[in-house]
């Protein structure tokens, strides 16, 4: 019966074994992590809505008229056709994490070329796209160029 009663009992980690062998000795590096607290990883639910942001905004639009609206702490995105100003509210600010006052959605139409007879689009885009322009919060700001 002995033998059974041995592959019953729970196996101790060798940091219980020691302290239990050692009880007058203790051991401070043993102590230290059972006391330290693990870093704080990002959730499930977070890093799902972090990879959603860069589903709903193609790239930021830096263009000329762009960096004038950014000194108004307006920044534009260019954006897929099928999203809405609530999500990219939340896409900016999971993104960025800074505070979004406004959004506003322009959608720009395909401009129509032509090469003699034949006719086409610009850039051969037949859909054209989508460009959010956002409002930050006093105080925020977004560096879309990095240094």
């Not at 041995?6 to 980690?13: A, G, I, M, P, Q």
């Not at 956002?134 to 160029?145: D, S």
């Amino acid at each position: 019966m002995s033998l059974l009663d041995k592959f019953k009992k729970k196996k101790e980690s060798p940091e219980i074994k020691k302290d239990v062998k050692d009880k007058n000795i203790k051991d401070d590096s043993i102590s230290d992590k059972k006391k330290e607290i693990p870093e704080k990883k990002l959730s499930k639910s977070d890093m799902k809505r972090k990879s959603l942001g860069y589903n709903i905004i193609k790239e930021p639009c830096i263009t000329e008229k762009a960096t004038f609206l950014a000194e108004q702490n307006k920044y534009v995105f260019k954006v897929y056709p099928n999203v809405n100003k609530i999500e990219v509210k939340k896409a900016i600010e999971s993104i960025y994490n800074s505070k979004v006052a406004n959004v506003h959605i322009i959608h720009v139409s395909p401009k129509r070329r032509r090469l003699g007879r034949r006719e086409g689009w610009r850039n051969g885009l037949k859909k054209g796209f989508k460009k959010a322009i956002v409002t930050l919060k006093k105080g925020e700001k977004i560096e879309l160029m990095p240094r």
